[in-house]
């Protein structure tokens, strides 16, 4: 049985009366039947974390049925054991209270030693060494042990046999390893400190069960398991015998009383309870889930919308907004700007790649127009040969692509993304972009390292300066006030090194030159140069990689400026979006900037919504429980990026109130001059998309 946080974890007892016709949920590796949903879903979404152990070998981050699998192999390697050295190593095994590690080599190095019968190992004969197997040990009556051994083949199948000494007898490696000794001892004990043998086991193979003297009074049997005394029953049994009485307090109570024991947080999400001293937790608001699209192909749109607004120079595709896209895709009249400018990007792409669909076109124009690019498109599905999305292809060719519906145009997008993240462009801009975020790490780690040995000299400097005070004398101050050495009074320190007087400021005077002399190198630094790290260059290496910068975002900053620009520089470089994290449900959270909402999606993909306010994003930090391991890094996450999603939130909610206002605009404003013609919908700014970076 795996074991969680080291300890048996329980499964669920089955449902009283229950039907045979009744429809239940039940977990294929466990046989556990659960009649609500949720709590199969919570069930399997704990047995799918990597929070489990192997009981027999030992292993962990592992999930549960990883964990069944590795305690089944794990049993199986164990049935390997010889059974002849099988009592002489329980024998060693039982109460002893050595770790698992040093009783593992003792009992190793002690089988090595002996040789049992059915070992193979090698011998020597005829000058040569060659594989045999121990087929019986004879021992006469002075004490002289020899082996009759059977030779083996290749096959592993008796040549002959012999009858040698043991000092013929060659053993390249150990027949019991430390690993292999671990599981025999695992498998074969239900607890350690000390180790304790299974009965059966023990009394099949002789092994008393009797408690060794210099453990008894300190353990006990309850339900046939031995058990260790704590130490209140053993203060109450030493309080039992005569002469031995506890002290009390005057009102009666005992001096020490026994603490409750305290649990570590974070723990898993599941396995908080609520407790009184916790702080009074926020409903959680419910996300909202007007979207055009289904539900189920929502993630595919908001993949396919990142993709391309995360990669649009690349692709030389001017942005659109998440709802721009939303919309188009669900319209079903013509063709639209936004989608064909969109396909054809990514057909670029595939075509400038030289790879298997350049074939599939060659007889094509070169240019993708308004008018060809459902040709290529068609070929594509050709060339991907995907019966799914091939069946498409008549009504693309006729014209109809409009009418294809939603999710049929998101696996047609999902695949063309896929097959250009294959492709050698988008791959050596991948590779650029790690190199210039490897480069920037490095930088900054270079200026950490640069700022920790500032401190520390600094520090340094500051210990010394009682002691070098006490060595300067009038004396010597008045003889370098002579020599036009001028000392200031105004709280500067005297402090002499190497033979000379000098003077400096205090803390904050010697910051601010610091600052000043970060200043004035920021002047002289040319244009085209990377920033530099605390005064200090980066390598010629590094600044190829990273783009031109003139390292005014860097020079004459503080040290926290400076990490904040590093850590923009770093998003810019964007390789993949992250989560924000999960909540104690497994569902995961998303912060898109470019949208300005977080979207929240089930622990199953299956289920999609969104938070579009300041207020929904307080009330969800308010509601997470920082004990729980999940939602304590959700709300790490949420608190970093607070300032940048509440100043989205904000900025959504402006545009959005704006645009309602524009479509309620009905009256058109006149002039003596000029009649203005009516303002356009903001709704339908799909329809007038154009594709200001389109490569000509």
Not at 180 to 188: G, M, P
Not at 255 to 264: F, G, M, T, V, Y
Request: net charge positive.
């Amino acid at each position: 049985m795996p074991l969680l946080k080291r300890k048996p974890f329980p499964l669920a007892e089955l449902p009283n009366d229950l039907d045979p016709n009744e429809l239940v949920y039940q977990v294929r590796y466990t046989g556990e039947i659960f009649r609500d949903y949720d709590e199969y879903l919570n069930r399997i979404n704990l047995y799918r974390q990597r929070v489990w152990m192997c009981k027999v070998s030992g292993k962990t981050n592992l999930t549960y049925e990883e964990a069944l699998l590795s305690e089944e192999h794990a049993t199986e390697k164990v049935h390997l054991f010889p059974k002849e050295v099988m009592a002489p190593a329980l024998q060693i095994i039982q109460y002893s209270m050595l770790p698992l590690k040093d009783l593992a080599d003792m009992i190793a190095a002690k089988l090595n030693e002996r040789l049992y019968v059915g070992a193979e190992l090698y011998a020597r004969k005829d000058a040569g060494t060659y594989s045999c197997k121990i087929s019986n040990v004879l021992e006469d009556g002075t004490g002289t042990i020899k082996y009759e051994v059977a030779w083996l083949d290749r096959n592993k199948k008796v040549t002959g046999t012999s009858i040698i000494n043991g000092e013929d007898l060659v053993q390249k490696k150990p027949q019991f390893s430390r690993n292999f000794v671990k599981l025999f001892i695992r498998e074969s004990t239900y607890r350690n400190a000390p180790w304790v043998l299974h009965d059966k086991l023990a009394q099949s193979h002789g092994i008393s069960k009797s408690v060794p003297q210099n453990l008894k009074g300190k353990v006990s049997f309850k339900d046939g398991l031995l058990v260790c005394k704590k130490r209140k029953e053993m203060e109450e049994e030493a309080k039992d015998e005569p002469g031995n009485c506890k002290r009390k307090k005057l009102d009666g109570s005992e001096r020490d009383q026994p603490a409750e024991e305290s649990i570590k947080y974070p723990i898993d999400d599941l396995l908080v309870q609520p407790h009184p001293d916790d702080p009074v937790f926020t409903d959680r608001p419910s996300p909202s889930r007007d979207f055009n699209v289904p539900m189920e192909c929502f993630g595919d749109l908001l993949m396919v919308w990142d993709f391309v607004s995360s990669f649009g120079r690349l692709l030389h595709l001017w942005p659109f907004s998440l709802e721009d896209f939303e919309k188009a895709i669900c319209h079903k009249k013509g063709n639209l700007t936004l989608l064909v400018e969109t396909h054809a990007a990514l057909l670029r792409v595939l075509i400038k790649d030289n790879g298997e669909y350049v074939l599939a076109v060659q007889k094509r124009r070169p240019k993708i127009t308004l008018i060809t690019w459902t040709d290529y498109l068609c070929d594509f599905l050709e060339m991907v040969n995907i019966p799914e999305l091939r069946d498409h292809t008549a009504t693309i060719k006729r014209g109809h692509y409009g009418l294809l519906d939603a999710n049929a145009k998101l696996a047609i997008f999902r695949e063309l993304i896929n097959q250009a993240l294959e492709s050698n462009i988008v791959r050596e801009k991948l590779d650029e972009i790690v190199e210039q975020r490897q480069a920037l790490g490095a930088s900054r780690r270079e200026e950490a390292l640069e700022e920790a040995r500032k401190k520390r000299e600094k520090k340094e400097r500051l210990n010394a300066e009682p002691d070098v005070n006490r060595g300067v004398d009038l004396k010597s101050v008045g003889s370098a006030a002579a020599n036009g050495n001028h000392i200031r009074q105004n709280g500067d320190i005297v402090k002499k090194r190497n033979g000379e007087i000098q003077s400096y400021r205090e803390d904050h005077v010697s910051d601010k030159s610091e600052s000043k002399q970060l200043h004035t190198a920021s002047k002289q630094n040319v244009e085209g140069k990377a920033p530099i790290n605390n005064g200090k260059d980066l390598s010629d290496k590094d600044a190829k990689k990273l783009p031109r910068d003139d390292g005014k975002e860097v020079r004459g900053k503080s040290s926290k400026e400076r990490r904040e620009y590093y850590e923009r520089e770093m998003e810019k470089r964007f390789v993949r979006t992250d989560s924000l994290g999960k909540d104690r449900n497994h569902n995961r959270y998303w912060w898109f900037q470019r949208d300005g909402r977080v979207f929240v999606e089930s622990s199953d993909s299956k289920q999609w919504g969104y938070y579009s306010s300041k207020e929904e994003l307080n009330l969800l930090m308010g509601s997470l429980n920082c004990k729980g391991e999940r939602e304590r890094e959700l709300k790490k996450q949420l608190e970093k990026f607070y300032s940048r999603i509440s100043l989205a939130l904000e900025k959504r909610s402006k545009e959005l109130a704006q645009k309602i206002a524009m479509e309620d605009e009905s009256v058109v404003r006149r002039s003596t001059r000029v009649r203005a013609p009516p303002s356009k919908n903001p709704a339908n700014a799909f329809l007038e998309y154009v594709n200001k970076w389109k490569e000509e």
